[in-house]
């Protein structure tokens, strides 16, 4: 009898491990965060690590499901990335003491801020235009971002030198083991 005890703990603890290790994967899996309006942003620098090592994800990619909670969708792709892009683009203007900003859309900074709380901040990686006035939290105050130069008519071409950073620093982290 006591065996069969120390059987069934040792299952059920077992089990509640399994629940918080995440598969081990040969290719990093990059999740990218972005608003609507930056989507093309996204798509592209995924379509940019197309030959890369990489299993990218964009928000769309069926990411959020029918019946179930945003936060929940979002804690499932967060099990499953390595690391994450967030597109900071200029989509709103909000007006903080007195003054009025472009700043990204508030999502965005959320699952950046709960993709840094899991993966840790160097693996939580945040994009924005070049020479934009973008207002981010204070919080994010003196973080090094990637940049990029936003040319709507190519964005291949545009994006392509923040990719290429993204790529080393991507290689560089590896899978989160």
């Known amino acids: 009898q006591i065996l069969l005890q120390m059987a069934k703990e040792l299952a059920r603890r077992l089990m ?3 629940a918080l290790v995440t598969s081990v994967s040969d290719r990093i899996r990059v999740f990218i965060i972005s608003s609507a309006e930056a989507l093309d942003i996204a798509r592209t620098i995924q379509n940019a690590f197309d030959h890369d090592p990489f299993n990218v ?10 019946s179930h909670y945003a936060i ?6 967060l099990d499953q990335s390595d690391v994450a ?3 900071a ?4 203007i909000t007006e903080s003491r007195g003054q009025q ?3 990204p859309r508030d999502n965005v900074i959320f699952e950046l801020g709960f993709f840094m709380g899991r993966l840790g901040r160097h693996r939580a990686l945040l994009v924005e235009p070049r020479g934009e006035e973008i207002s981010l939290p204070s919080d994010l105050a003196g973080i090094n971002t990637i940049t990029y130069r936003y040319d709507a008519s190519d964005l291949t071409r545009s994006l392509a030198t923040a990719c290429n950073r993204l790529r080393d620093i ?7 083991r």
């Open 170 to 176: 991507i290689r560089d982290l590896g899978p989160n």
């Open 57 to 66: 994800t964009v928000w769309t990619d069926g990411v959020f499901r029918a």
């Open 101 to 103: 900003r472009a700043t």
């Open 72 to 77: 929940e969708s979002l804690e499932r792709a």
């Open 89 to 92: 683009q200029p989509d709103d």
């Open 85 to 87: 892009i967030a597109v």
């Open 16 to 18: 509640q491990r399994n």
